[in-house]
Each structure stands twice: as structure tokens, then as C-alpha cells.
């Protein structure tokens, strides 16, 4: 059944009324519980829209201040972290790891290049220590777990999505080039230059202002039955995206202390995951990564630019539990190509999340993109979609 007719807060400036329609459309259809969407274009903000509940279980609104867990749209920042880093004579990609970070070639990882970690060709996709929250905090213990352990498979051979080491493997290489962890870097970087409201690691006084995450609708199809058969009996995969047992496999749970609406969480550095920001803000930085944006020149070269857009590993990633095969990374974005994640063109490049959010630019477009929710998606989500489908057709008719 439908849901009520929902009022849309903001803007979208003339041309870009069919991405404002589906939108609104996914609340009409009851897909959202709050959401935003905004889209930089040639440097200017041409799209700013919110609607719905920041938080589901009080009824507050969500506003034009409400923050939103990016999940793995969080990992699309620290791979623009490291282009500038790169184009700041900071590290080569094409360097093994251990010129930065010796220790890591215990083990068999010694031959391990940075941008193998980039492109998710490392091996280190699951610990082989656990953890705790306390763990987490502090990073090292993080870092020395990671030193410790074996690959699941030889690094630069083959390629598999690393859900939650993917934030330390890179972070830790950043510090190491640059003296920073990942929430001083994005701030460095990223945050304050651009005047964006962005953190891996909230402060306690922005903690107030994230959206409330719901639950994902019940799945009982089929499909669903068959694809988490699949994810049950591969027990690395299932520590890869628990980090060991730690965080809860559907990223929320109303029984636990620590998952993604605990505010512990929301204050560690896990930059694979928990970077929070505000649409806007997401797609000024991605604006300002290929066009010029609040009088900035391009924050990416071309060189970089063509670089991010150069496919580096591609497949099914985890063979048989992938549904929709065909990923496309470079290093470290997701890339046009992908059948279930069509972005707008061959010159996208971005990040989406596990809760159906999406982050990207492209640059023949001159264009910034961000899709921010606090709704939890079932298997056939299509609502970033639906979205970049409509942004598409705009940019098609201007």
C-alpha cells in the first residue's frame, strides 16, 4: 500500500524536476523513512532535497542539518584521501606497503602493493584476531591484528571486496604518509577546505544530529533464502562483515549495544563504514574533486581523474554470493559498468553504501552526487537507481 503523499523540503532548480519526482516517488511508495538527495553541477548546487523522519521511533524530522551514516560510501572518501596524497608526492599506489609501513609484510603480504589495497586485492578481507570495542577506539590493536594476519588469498592475484579492513589497510597507510588518521585527514583534506560537514569519528556534540537507521523490511523470497544459505556457509565472509562477531550482521540490532545507531560506534574510526556527513555536503566534495566549486579549482588532477576511472579489478568478488555479478573498482571507487549500480557515465566515479546510499562525480558532466537515508534496503533495492536514472534524463534534456 502506498504512504501518505510526503512533503519534500528544498530545492531543485529548473531541468532537474524529474530526480525531485522519483524522489518523492520512493515515499509515495513507502521506500523511505527520511532521505536526502543533492547534486552540484558545474560547481553550483542545482539540486538540495530532504524529507521524511531522522529518526522513526520520536518523529523527528528530518532537516536540512540531519547527518547520515554513509556506510561503504565512507570508503569512496578515503580513496580521494589518497589521490591527494599521491598528488602530494606523500605515496605512490605502484609501492609495496611495506615502504610505509614495514611491519605489514609479515605473513606473506610482503609483496603487497598500495594500490592492491586500494583495489581490494590484498587478502586481508577477515581478521584472524578478535576484537573489541575497546579495540576499536584505540586503532593499534586494529592495526596489529591486521599485521598478524595471514591473506585468504595471494595479495594481486585475484580480487575480493574487504567490507570493514578495507578502512584500517588504507588508514593506516595514510598515517603512515602522512602523520594523520583518517578523521584528522578527511578534515584536512576534504572538511574544512571545502567548508564540509563530514567525520569518520563524531564529536559528542554532532552526535545528536544522525538520522536513527530502521531495519530493513522482512525478506522472505526465495532469492533471499538462497542468497543468505550461500553467505552462511562461508564463514570468512561472515567475519569479514562482523570484524569476528563484533557488529551485527544487518548492521542494526535493537538487542545490542554496539551497531550502527550506537553512538560508540558513530564515535570510533572505522573508514570503511562509518563516516557521517549530510547530502549536501557529500556532493559538494565530490563536485569539487573534478570541476571547479566555491571558486576552488578541481581538487583531482586530470592524470588522477583518469586514473580513478581505470578499472583495476572487476567480477563477482565473492563468487556464488554476489547476486548480480560484474563489480567494477579502480582504485578504490566503484565504477559505471556495474548492472545492479549503473552511475551516470565511463568518467563516474563513487561510492555506495549498504544502506542504499550513493556518492559519486563525474567529470565529462561537471557533477557532484549524494543519496543519503536512514531506511535499510531489501535485496531489490533500486532507489539510488531510480535517482541517477532521472538525474540522467535531466542532464539529457538541458
Known amino acids: 500500500m502506498d504512504a501518505p503523499m510526503t512533503d519534500l523540503h528544498g530545492f531543485a532548480d529548473e531541468g532537474f524536476g524529474s530526480v525531485a519526482d522519483a524522489f518523492r516517488a520512493h515515499f509515495d511508495h513507502g521506500l523511505e523513512t527520511g532521505a536526502a538527495v543533492a547534486v552540484y553541477h558545474h560547481g553550483r548546487l542545482v539540486i538540495d532535497l530532504h524529507a521524511g523522519l531522522a529518526d522513526a521511533t520520536t518523529g523527528a524530522p528530518w532537516t536540512r542539518d540531519t547527518l547520515a551514516v554513509m556506510f561503504s560510501a565512507t570508503k569512496g572518501l578515503m580513496a580521494l584521501c589518497g589521490y591527494l596524497a599521491q598528488q602530494d608526492g606523500l605515496l605512490d599506489f605502484d609501492t609495496p606497503v611495506t615502504t610505509l609501513w614495514p611491519e605489514y609484510g609479515a605473513h606473506g603480504k610482503e609483496a603487497t602493493t598500495i594500490r592492491d589495497v586500494f583495489c581490494h586485492r590484498a587478502g586481508v578481507v577477515a581478521l584472524d584476531t578478535e576484537l ?185 568478488s565473492w563468487p556464488g554470493v554476489v547476486a548480480q555479478p560484474g563489480i567494477r573498482y579502480s582504485t578504490g571507487f566503484l565504477l559505471n559498468g556495474f548492472p545492479a549500480r549503473p552511475l551516470l557515465s565511463d568518467t563516474s566515479f563513487g561510492h555506495d553504501g549498504a544502506n542504499g546510499g550513493l556518492a559519486f562525480a563525474d567529470s565529462d558532466a561537471h557533477l557532484g552526487f549524494a543519496y543519503l537515508n536512514n531506511q535499510l534496503p531489501p535485496m531489490d533495492d533500486e532507489r539510488a537507481n531510480r535517482l541517477t536514472r532521472a538525474l540522467r534524463h535531466a542532464l539529457d534534456r538541458l
Not at 232 to 261: K, Q
Request: aromatic share 6%.
Open 132 to 316: 573489541t570495542l575497546a579495540d576499536l577506539t584505540r586503532w593499534t590493536p586494529v592495526i596489529t591484528a591486521i599485521e598478524n594476519t595471514r591473506p585468504q588469498f595471494t595479495p594481486g592475484t585475484t580480487f575480493a571486496y574487504h567490507p570493514l579492513t578495507y578502512g584500517w589497510l588504507t588508514g593506516e597507510i595514510l598515517r603512515r604518509a602522512t602523520g594523520k588518521l583518517p578523521g584528522a585527514l578527511l578534515e584536512h583534506y576534504l572538511a574544512a577546505p571545502l567548508a564540509a560537514q563530514a567525520w569518520i569519528g563524531v564529536p559528542d556534540h554532532v552526535q545528536p544530529r544522525v538520522a536513527r537507521i530502521t531495519p530493513a523490511p522482512a525478506d522472505t523470497s526465495s532469492q533471499a533464502a538462497e542468497l543468505m544459505r550461500k553467505v552462511l556457509a562461508m564463514p570468512t565472509f561472515i567475519r569479514a562483515v562482523t570484524l569476528g562477531g563484533l557488529l551485527p550482521a544487518r548492521l542494526i540490532d535493537p538487542g545490542s549495544t554496539l551497531d550502527f545507531n550506537s553512538p560508540a560506534l558513530h564515535a570510533a574510526q572505522i573508514p570503511a563504514a562509518n563516516g557521517i556527513t549530510a547530502a549536501g555536503d557529500l556532493a559538494r566534495i565530490y563536485s569539487a574533486a573534478v570541476t571547479p566549486t566555491d571558486g576552488r579549482t578541481p581538487l583531482l588532477t586530470k592524470e588522477s581523474i583518469t586514473d580513478a576511472c581505470t578499472v583495476r579489478s572487476h567480477g563477482t
